[in-house]
């Protein structure tokens, strides 16, 4: 798990599942495309999971 912030709009660094900060609802995305807002509508994530190309 790795503790960024990212929102809702901005290119992806990494693919990973996105949780948002608000309700933890997820979002999967492959790097380099826009972060979608979450499936609540809210547009800040908190934490990235599930990263392919990271060791945890």
Same mark, same amino acid.
């Given at each position: 798990?790795? %503790?960024?912030?990212?929102?809702?709009?901005?290119?992806? #660094?990494?693919?990973?599942?996105?949780?948002?900060? #608000?309700?933890?609802?997820?979002?999967? %995305?492959? #790097?380099?495309?826009?972060?979608?807002?979450?499936?609540?509508?809210?547009?800040?994530?908190?934490?990235?999971?599930?990263?392919?190309?990271?060791?945890?």
């Amino acid at each position: 798990m790795t %503790v960024m912030t990212a929102k809702a709009g901005e290119k992806a #660094q990494k693919t990973g599942d996105f949780y948002c900060a #608000q309700c933890d609802g997820k979002v999967h %995305v492959t #790097q380099g495309d826009k972060i979608p807002k979450c499936p609540n509508g809210h547009t800040e994530f908190e934490t990235r999971r599930h990263e392919p190309d990271t060791k945890s």
